[in-house]
């Protein structure tokens, strides 16, 4: 069964950077499209980015690109989250899923099966 578990939230400045981490353990995310998502109170969850199982091809939502960078690391089962230029508006709930496919195809939670427990970022003064 493939468990994943986020880290790597906190609390930060306007203007800062988090770096999120998703480890995968009871299997290899190779053959896994990876996204991350997002739900901040009061608001429906997004999708935020995803990256290919193998070739590293990338989407993301418009409001961070730019600003967030997905990358993965097989040899590690992990999957990174670099968020740069950090808003009061990013501050959400943060998730990582793990979708059986090489592609991502959208960001549509329902395509995702395996979730992480999520970890909170929050920015502000």
């Known amino acids: 069964q493939l468990q994943l578990v986020e880290t790597g939230g906190g609390l930060v400045q306007p203007g800062g950077s988090l770096r999120l981490s998703c480890v995968a353990s009871?299997?290899?995310?190779?053959?896994?499209?990876i996204g991350w998502f997002r739900q901040a109170p009061g608001k429906e969850r997004e999708g935020v980015a995803c990256?290919?199982?193998?070739?590293?091809?990338?989407n993301y939502l418009d409001s961070v690109k730019g600003r967030f960078t997905i990358s993965r690391d097989n040899a590690k089962n992990a999957v990174y989250l670099q968020m740069n230029s950090l808003k009061p508006e990013d501050t959400a709930v943060y998730y990582c899923?793990?979708?059986?496919?090489?592609?991502?195809?959208?960001?549509?939670?329902?395509?995702?099966?395996?979730w992480g427990q999520g970890t909170q970022g929050t920015v502000s003064s």
């Open positions: 990256i290919t199982a193998n070739d590293g091809v990338t």
């Open positions: 899923a793990a979708k059986p496919s090489y592609y991502c195809s959208g960001l549509r939670g329902a395509d995702f099966g395996s």
């Open positions: 009871g299997s290899t995310l190779d053959h896994y499209a």
